[in-house]
């Protein structure tokens, strides 16, 4: 089992940046899929991007462009570089890893407009 911990609370106003960091309790290295989503008040949860080991990379269409998920295999960490935020954007944020179906907690963001 590996855990996966978001680092947290944030709070900035439209048009800013910020970038949410995963880190995980054991190596991610033989993780193939790692993901970010993110679950705002009423609305379902929403996978915003994927990364796979090598690399390649998918992102919801709400963010494309906006957002970059990295992952840096020696840290056991993985990144969500989001910029251009909107009010719209504002959720609680989730690091997993679909395949093994291990969760982060969760990091609030907050976009004020």
């Known amino acids: 089992q590996v855990q996966l911990m978001e680092s947290g609370v944030f709070l900035v106003q439209a048009g800013g940046s910020l970038r949410l960091s995963c880190a995980a309790s054991?190596?991610?290295?033989?993780?193939?899929?790692m993901a970010w989503s993110r679950q705002a008040p009423g609305k379902q949860r929403e996978t915003v991007a994927t990364i796979t080991r090598p690399g390649s990379t998918a992102y919801a269409d709400s963010v494309k462009g906006r957002f970059t998920i990295s992952r840096d295999n020696a840290k056991n960490t993985v990144y969500l570089q989001m910029n251009s935020l909107k009010p719209e954007d504002t959720a609680a944020y989730y690091c997993?890893?679909?395949?093994?179906?291990?969760w982060g907690q969760g990091t609030q963001v907050t976009v004020s407009s």
């Open positions: 997993y890893a679909p395949e093994w179906n291990y």
């Open positions: 054991a190596s991610i290295f033989g993780i193939n899929a």
